[in-house]
């Protein structure tokens, strides 16, 4: 077990594809060299951004194999590892060890919904033999929940377990667990999965995220990190709203992850169509997307604006001139941040 606390925004990477519908290997090296030129803490393959159902487990090891080569260490690497059974799970573990990468995040029992007993039973088994640090990973959209008895039990009797990335975006959810796990295992990580919330949870004690913006965005989400853990509030405030507008985008407005797909190929990245097959209407929906997403790009100077121009209100929108809130919720956050650093959370 590392001594060392998984912190910071760590990448899920998306995977190019060519044009039979392949890992574009040369391109996924250089979209990996181009997220850490721009300061994204870690980089996390095989992740739901990853698309990691739509691929065999030999290519999610194939994948990781590329990233990894490619880092060479100059970020650590917290890999997806999660397979259908415990067993080819544990596998991929001390596949990911040979590896060298830092940590594995392994989501809860997908497609059965297991109870809060079996559900510890899953996770218990893989810590007592995994050969790699393990982040558990909430996502109860999509998996089985792990609520926060679990969470915390696992964290006092297995030390492989040494982190929970969770995707609920529920801020009391998150709170509870740092409250339940914190106390015994203070080097113990949280990361949110949720980059709506990024800010927040980042003030109630969060070490970090494994945020799909920063796939796009990664000069941004490594900011608004930076801002809020200098108790630089008021400018953090304003990017995190423009961090929510691009986010909704891209998640409400395509299937998911298309619309972060689309937004990665304005940043300049071939990535090929995804395995996933779209009608022609969804086609035609992406288009239009991708106008929207380049006018909100555009507004931070990451894009030049489309040929037909950009609507004023999204260009006010995306440059952060949503009004701000009141001076009483300006003094709560402040508050907050006070009681959390008396408490030694910040």
């Known amino acids: 077990m590392s001594a060392t606390r998984l912190q910071g925004i760590f990448t899920p990477n998306l995977v ?6 392949d890992i574009n290997e040369p391109e996924l090296r250089r979209y990996v060299d181009w997220l850490i030129d721009r300061g994204v803490h870690g980089l996390y393959p095989n ?16 994948i990781t194999t590329i990233i990894a080569d490619q880092t060479r260490g100059r970020v650590p690497i917290l890999a997806g590892a999660a397979e259908a ?26 497609y059965y919904k297991l109870s809060p007993a079996s559900v510890y039973a899953y996770f218990h088994e893989i810590g007592r033999n995994t ?24 964290s006092e009797e297995c030390e492989r377990i040494v982190a929970i990335k969770d995707s609920s975006g529920e801020i009391p959810h998150m709170i509870r667990m740092i409250q339940a796990v914190r106390p015994n295992r203070p080097e113990f990580a949280f990361l949110t999965g949720w980059d709506a919330a990024l ?52 998640i409400y407005q395509a299937e ?29 929906d992406l288009s239009a997307l991708s106008n929207t997403l380049q006018c909100l790009l555009s507004a931070h100077g990451f894009t030049d604006q489309p040929i037909a121009g950009c609507p004023v209100e999204t260009l ?12 009483d919720v ?16 910040m």
């Open 16 to 21: 190019p594809y060519t044009a039979s519908g």
């Open 47 to 62: 992740g739901s951004t990853g698309e990691f159902t739509r691929f065999t487990p030999e290519e999610r090891r194939r």
């Open 85 to 110: 059974n415990v067993r080819e799970t544990i596998k991929a573990c001390e596949y990911y060890a040979e590896l060298g990468v830092r940590a594995v995040a392994i989501v809860a029992p997908f």
């Open 131 to 154: 050969p790699i640090d393990v982040t558990l990973y909430n996502i109860p959209l999509f998996a089985s929940p792990i609520d926060v008895p679990t969470v915390q039990r696992l």
């Open 199 to 250: 800010m927040p949870m980042l003030l109630v004690g969060c070490d970090g995220g494994t945020n799909a913006s920063s796939g796009v965005v990664p000069e941004l989400t490594r900011k608004l990190y930076d801002l809020t853990l200098a108790g630089d509030l008021d400018e953090a405030r304003r990017l995190q709203y423009d961090l929510v507008t691009l986010f909704d985008t891209m």
């Open 256 to 284: 998911f992850p298309e619309g972060f797909r689309t937004a990665v190929r304005l940043r300049g990245f071939e990535m090929g169509r995804g395995r996933q097959p779209l009608s022609q209407q969804q086609q035609s």
């Open 316 to 327: 006010q929108t995306a440059a952060g001139s949503i009004a701000s809130p009141s001076d």
């Open 330 to 345: 300006a003094q709560i956050t402040r508050a907050v941040v006070a009681e959390l650093k008396q408490r030694g959370l």
